[in-house]
């Protein structure tokens, strides 16, 4: 399940995973990032994972063909989790965008929303 978090604006896409994403929770962010990039902006995406056990792979392949179809639309991205692969998971993206990718664990979440604005 994907939650878009009060703290969105702007530019600033927040979110928060729980258990599976599935293609649904996918195409709830895709309207959000084009409002984004069509106001001729870049995209902050502050990622929350808590109880998160990954992707339906439906969901996981919709996903990464809409952050590689936006990979230069992107300028920040904060991965905040609480597992060992979420933290690798964020080390994987990297190479498929230009944007500053950082992971934080659940306990430094204040500090991730700053880093974010």
């Known amino acids: 399940m994907l939650q878009i978090l009060e703290f969105t604006k702007n530019n600033i896409i927040a ?35 808590e109880n998160f056990s990954g992707w339906k792979f439906n969901a ?14 992107y300028e920040k991205i904060a991965m905040v989790g609480e597992k060992k692969w979420q933290e690798w998971i964020t080390q994987f993206m990297k190479p498929l965008t230009n944007a500053e ?11 991730a929303k700053e880093w974010i604005n």
Do not use: C
């Not at 990718?101 to 500090?111: A, G, N, Q, T, V």
């Open 60 to 73: 996981f392949w919709k996903d990464l063909k809409m952050d590689l179809s936006h990979a230069d639309d």
């Open 15 to 49: 979110t928060r995973a729980e258990d599976n994403l599935t293609e649904t929770d996918i195409q709830k962010i895709h309207p959000l990032i084009h409002n984004i990039v069509n106001r001729g902006q870049k995209v902050r995406w502050y990622f929350e994972m």
């Open 101 to 111: 990718i950082r992971y934080f664990d659940l306990e430094e979440k204040e500090e």
